[in-house]
């Protein structure tokens, strides 16, 4: 297994440029592999057009390339059908347009959406914007907070005691982006069954690391980003069930929606050519579907055991700094199931100056409040983020360092 971590390492050229640095920020953003910087340039060299805008076969074969793509994420996410996936900007992108649609087309007076309030901001505030911008309309719409345990997973048990008859939208996070631990989202599902309650997840964490199948799950959305999974940045998907397209229409309009200004009150009719509205970002797509080829590759088995692996010999070597106190997590339960995200704080020295001094020592982790409006206790801490490039080595280093600094 070593070595053919080591021959997954070296395809990686940032490692090739930077052989002392140790990465461990991979949840924040992932490093990339050379097949995905390749077609890349690749793309830009030779095939670049405006797709399906123009007649000649540059731009007709790239038009057909992007709806190969998009068959390669539905069978990826183990979505039903292909028009169920659409490319944004990103997961901020995704979670925004699901809040924004639901709100503005399905939502009314007193329906409750229910949301944990230690989530990525990506999550929360669209909805908290959306409320805003009905309440000025006279549509109130109640946000129920739900807790989470000390395993950094959802609450179900206060979750469900939530559930009434006016709850139209559970916001779910699969892995929590700074606790790491797996929400079994579909237990959720299994709770509500037929109700009409809309399950919205949030899958930035998880999509690349873990396998996600979103009929599994019982997700009526699903947002991720590329740039979390070896793609480039500026590219994310939002999967939205066939189940759900039926309420709520689709919304956006401009360049390739086919609708034009005189008759601008038609309905559009499909979901891809709204939600996809104006020119894409097909070399975001293209690296896309090389990260997934990429991720096909290795093995998403492979990276969940690799990671589950390196999440424990994490843990168990950062127990014996002095002065650590774990954040909600691997650190409470099984780690052996671990994603490869472990967050902590070491008492008496701030984690903005830890981290400053690990990236001096070539150590890049994240600091700071990772995007979490409220949950004071962990407001602040160290988060070490792994993926399928790094190894036990890059371990040894820090907790090297931070037994060097807490003397
Ligand atoms: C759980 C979670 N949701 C949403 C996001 C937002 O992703 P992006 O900044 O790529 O849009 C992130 C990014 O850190 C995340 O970790």
């Known amino acids: 297994m070593y070595r053919v971590m080591l021959d997954i390492k070296s395809q990686f050229p940032f490692f090739t440029n930077h052989p002392d640095v140790v990465y461990l920020d991979s949840a924040a953003t992932t490093q990339k592999p050379k097949v995905v910087i390749d077609a890349l340039a690749d793309f830009y060299t030779n095939d670049n057009a405006n797709a399906g805008r123009s007649s000649y076969s540059l731009a007709s074969k790239l038009a057909t390339q992007i709806e190969h793509i998009r068959a390669d994420v539905q069978r990826f996410i183990g979505a039903h059908d292909a028009q169920e996936i659409l490319f944004t900007a990103g997961a901020t992108d995704s979670l925004n347009k699901v809040a924004y649609s639901l709100g503005m087309n399905y939502l009314q007076d007193n329906d409750e959406i229910l949301y944990c309030p230690y989530d990525h901001k990506s999550f929360v505030l669209p909805w908290l914007n959306v409320q805003k911008l009905l309440k000025d309309k006279g549509i109130h719409i109640r946000m129920v907070p739900f807790e989470m345990t000390k395993m950094g997973s959802i609450d179900r048990e206060d979750l469900f005691s939530k559930i009434t008859a006016k709850t139209k939208v559970i916001n779910a996070t699969h892995i929590h982006n700074i606790y790491g631990a797996d929400s079994d989202i579909n237990q959720i599902k299994k709770h509500i069954g037929d109700k009409d309650i809309i399950i919205n997840v949030d899958a930035s964490q998880s999509v690349g690391h873990i396998p996600v199948n979103v009929q599994e799950l019982g997700a009526d959305t699903l947002s ?95 127990r014996s700094i002095k002065g650590i106190e774990f954040a909600y997590g691997p650190y409470y339960w099984r780690c052996s199931d671990g994603m490869g995200i472990v967050s902590f704080k070491i008492d008496k020295i701030s984690p903005e100056e830890l981290g400053f001094i690990l990236a001096e020592k070539g150590i890049l982790v994240r600091t700071g409040d990772h995007c979490i409006s409220t949950h004071d206790e962990f407001n602040d801490t160290i988060r070490v983020s792994m993926h399928i490039y790094n190894t036990k080595e890059d371990i040894d280093k820090l907790q090297d360092v931070l037994e060097k600094i807490v003397g």
């Open 224 to 318: 991720f980003s590329g740039h979390k999974m070896f793609a480039g940045q500026g590219i994310g998907v939002l999967y939205i069930s066939q189940r759900l397209q039926q309420f709520i229409p689709p919304v956006f309009v401009g360049g390739g929606n086919g609708i034009t200004i005189k008759d601008r009150n038609k309905e559009i009719s499909s979901f891809t050519q709204s939600y996809e509205a104006g020119t894409q970002n097909y070399a975001g797509i293209i690296t896309l579907g090389k990260a997934i080829e990429f991720i096909e590759k290795v093995g998403i088995e492979k990276i969940h055991t690799h990671l589950a692996e390196l999440t424990q010999y994490l843990v168990s070597k950062l």
